[in-house]
């Protein structure tokens, strides 16, 4: 009874019922992973760090040339301003600029485990919106944590940068691909030249 349209139905005399487009926003939001090591005492790894910004802004890129609404989630700080860094997806022209500023000026200091990260933006991430996670280290903690809000609705991928190999167990439906061959191939033919 709430989709008749009552005047469209008087004028014509006959039964019309308002039909609605399906509007798909497709939101997706890069997290990006700035523990390089696992253990935050231990420093970092400029290589996996690298390796990380680089991957999240080509994903980044990708999407909003396609078109969709895309933000950035990380739990690392500016080197600047020494605060966390994350930009709310968007899909306007500017959102180039501001995830690739950002990306810029991320650090390896940490703000806290990707986990809680995760947790304190959790009503901030739009629902529905594909996850895509870049990290050089994953934890089972982290993948309970990614399995969580996949089956809270989420889509969720991992894109594996680390230099060693995996150690959790990833749920079985999780999407999940080890980047780190392509870069030891790429990082041994530029020593080479």
Not at 11 to 26: G, M, P
Not at 54 to 68: C, E, K, N
Not at 91 to 108: H, K, N
Request: proline fraction near 4%.
């Amino acid at each position: 009874m709430k989709l008749v349209d009552w005047k469209a139905t008087a004028r014509s005399q006959a039964l019309k019922v308002r039909e609605f487009e399906s509007t798909v926003s497709h939101c997706l939001v890069v997290v990006l992973n700035l523990d390089t090591l696992g253990v935050a005492w231990r420093g970092f790894s400029s290589l996996v760090l690298e390796r990380g910004v680089t991957v999240a802004a080509s994903v980044a890129h990708d999407a909003l040339t396609q078109g969709q609404m895309v933000g950035l989630l990380t739990n690392g700080t500016s080197l600047l301003y020494e605060r966390p860094m994350s930009v709310l997806p968007a899909r306007d022209r500017s959102q180039y600029l501001s995830i690739f500023e950002t990306l810029a000026m991320v650090g390896p200091y940490l703000s806290g485990s990707m986990e809680e990260v995760l947790e304190r933006h959790r009503a901030r991430l739009p629902f529905g919106a594909t996850l895509v996670l870049v990290t050089g280290v994953f934890s089972q903690s982290m993948a309970e944590r990614f399995h969580e809000l996949q089956r809270a609705g989420y889509g969720v991928h991992v894109l594996y940068v680390g230099e060693e190999p995996l150690q959790a167990e990833m749920p079985s439906m999780m999407a999940f691909q080890d980047l780190s061959p392509y870069f030891r191939a790429r990082e041994a033919s530029d020593g080479q030249e």
